[in-house]
């Protein structure tokens, strides 16, 4: 009984993060199309989700220390799926778990890389609007012509988007 409970509750989580594998791709085309008002949207939802998440989780581990219980160990241990899968005897509940497991985990790596690429595509959106706004206010007292470091006239208030010196 306790093992069907945490079995349920591991497939909520994969439910609940293969959301969030949707938002993250949701939220990639809302980067590339700069729709910040729809970007805001994504991440008020992302954020209901990871609260669902969050208590999905809670329950999970009330139900993982359950099912310890219920195969005689009393201390409250935090293990893995896997070391979890070695204390469950019966085949096919064993096979049961392993591929929740497998399923779970496959759905957090493809999060983990769409959440990966998210933040590379914000991160070039930022540098670009810094470039963007360099190239339309221009620094102060900017001089278009080169300038040896070491010359005494030479004075920059602010170093440039690729300055290698920093």
Known sequence: MALTRL????????????QMLDLAALKKQT???????GLID???RESKLMKLIGQL????AEAA?????????????????????????????????????????NTLHRLK???ELN???????LTFIDYSLDLLVGRPNQDF??????????SSTRPGLFDARG
């Open 145 to 154: 012509t080169y300038h040896h470091p070491s010359d005494k006239g030479y």
């Open 65 to 105: 220390f359950t099912f310890l219980q219920g195969v005689g160990i009393r201390s409250n241990l935090n293990l893995n799926l896997t070391e979890l899968s070695r204390l469950v005897f019966d085949p096919e509940d064993k096979s049961r778990l392993q591929q929740v497991q497998q399923k779970l985990s």
């Open 31 to 37: 980067i590339m199309d700069n729709k910040v008002d």
């Open 57 to 60: 989780e809670e329950q999970r």
């Open 113 to 115: 890389k769409a959440n």
């Open 7 to 18: 079995l349920e509750l591991l497939e909520r989580l994969d439910e609940a993060h293969l």
């Open 42 to 44: 994504i991440m008020n």
């Open 119 to 125: 933040q590379k595509l914000i991160e070039q959106s």
